[in-house]
Each structure stands twice: as C-alpha cells, then as structure tokens.
C-alpha cells in the first residue's frame, strides 16, 4: 500500500472533514472541541463551502479552509496551517472581523450579528505555554466578565503533543493526534476513543491510494512548501532593507521592497499584514 498523504496537508484536510459525505465527521470533530471550552454539543451543522473537483490545488479562488454554520446560525471557520504565515493572531482577527460584519445586510440592525468561531490547527507551536489547545474569548481582566460571547478563537497547535502519550479515553487529543499522523499502529485505540475516527481514517487511506487525488495532493503540497520558503525569504530580505518607525510604515516599506522584487501580491499580504488594496495601492504607476 502507498504511504499515506499528510492529513496536515489543507487539501486533504478538506477532503476529509469538508465534504457533505464526511458531515458527521466534521460534526463529531467540532464537538470534541467545543466540549473543551464548556459548550452544548451540536446536533446538525451545514457546510457553506464543502469540497467539490473543482477545488484545484494552485487555483488562488480555491478556499481550503472549511466554513460551515449550526442550525442558530453560528458561524465556524477551521483552517489548516502546515507553515508558519507570521502574524497569525492579526491575520486571524482580520479574517474574523471580516467573516463577523460580512453577515450583515443593507437595513439590519446589529442584534442580526450571531456569534462567529475561528479554529486555527497550526503545524508549529505559537502561544507560549505547554497547552496545545488554547481557547480565547473576550473577557474583562480583573474580573474575566464576558463582554460578547459573539467572538470564540482556537488555537490548536500539533507540535506541542507528544507522538508517545496514546489517550486512554475519549477527547479531541485523539483527533489531533491522528491530524499529526500518528503511527497506524495506534490507529485502533484512537478509534475505539473516537469511533466517527475510523471514517476519517477511512478516507484518507482512499484518498492515499486514488492516483489522481495523490497528484492533486503532491501538488499543493509543492505549492505550500514554495509559498512558505517566499514568504520566509521575503519577510527577511524586507525587513532586512531597513525598516522605519511604526507598524503601519513597516508593513508599507516591507511591502515596496517585496513589489520592487517582483513577488506576487498574495505572497506580499500574507507577509507585510496589508490588504490587497493596500499592496495594490503601493504598486508604481506605469
């Protein structure tokens, strides 16, 4: 049998927990993780971008992330980050905002806002303490009085469990450590933990052996790979070239310097924390 494809991988992620086959996957995968932060399980939950062939791997207006909605309207997104992008927590709250105040339309009032959930499952470690799941509301300090329970963000970090611990019962643990690739050999107790386990394993031992699903895979994985290396390489050589007082200057003179380069404006926002119109906007008139 071929070795297995990298769950970590955000297309095959998506294959397996954002398709309409594999809900109950995705169903039974959001409940293992609200339960850690003290929330009624969900029964249904609808997907708003499940995975169709159409989904190409270097296709820019292909979304890997997984969206989806319970029956009340809160809104869930899920990404998968094989790579550091830097500046996570900035580019988590700018989607979030995005996603939070996209909801309304022209005439509605604010009460129309429902509540809106990030979950970040990040490949490297990134918050510094020893918890790899890390759950952030917005709370009063003194107090820790919740303000809106409308903001909800995950931060799921692989790196920081240990490969050798196999979980004796139940829990998200056994999720992420199968997303990690733990050994097939422990295979059996997390899905004894985690009976809907075995449906997620199930589809990525197919989609390991589909020829055409192993060439879109190593594809994007090629693709993620280049993407962080420019990344890595850009945010260095911009910074390198002198950077002035301020974030905000910051972000501009990082962002001339990677456009003077000649790198893609995709690759420039996620580096300098700039929107598209902000790069845009910086680029010389011709």
Known sequence: ??????????????????????????????????????????????????????????????????????????????????????????????????????????????KELKKCVTINILNYSFISNE???????????????ELSDDIEIHFMEL???????????????????????????????????????KKAMDTLEFLSQDREARRLYEERQKYLHDEASMIEWATEKGMAQGMAQGEQKKAIEIAKNMLSMGIAVSVIVKASGLSEAEVDSLKPIQ
């Open 159 to 197: 790196s920081k469990l240990d490969d050798q611990s196999v979980p004796v019962e139940g829990g998200l643990i056994n999720w992420l450590l199968f997303l990690k690739g733990a050994d097939k050999s422990n295979w059996e107790v997390l899905r004894m933990n985690e009976p809907t386990l």
């Open 1 to 110: 049998m071929p070795d297995l494809l990298d769950p970590r991988n955000d297309f095959v992620f998506k294959r397996i927990f954002g398709s309409e086959d594999n809900k109950d996957v995705l169903l039974a995968f959001l409940n293992r993780t609200f339960a850690e932060s003290g929330e009624p399980p969900l029964t249904e939950i609808v997907l708003l971008n499940p995975y169709t062939d159409k989904d190409a791997p270097l296709d820019k207006q292909s979304i890997f992330d997984i969206w989806a909605k319970t029956i009340e309207d809160k809104l869930i997104n899920i990404e998968m980050q094989l790579f550091n992008k830097y500046d996570i927590e900035k580019r988590t709250l700018y989607y979030w905002s995005k996603r939070y105040s996209g909801q309304l339309q022209e005439g509605q009032t604010y």
């Open 131 to 145: 918890r790899y799941h890390n759950v952030f509301h917005l709370r009063e300090d003194h107090t820790g009085l």
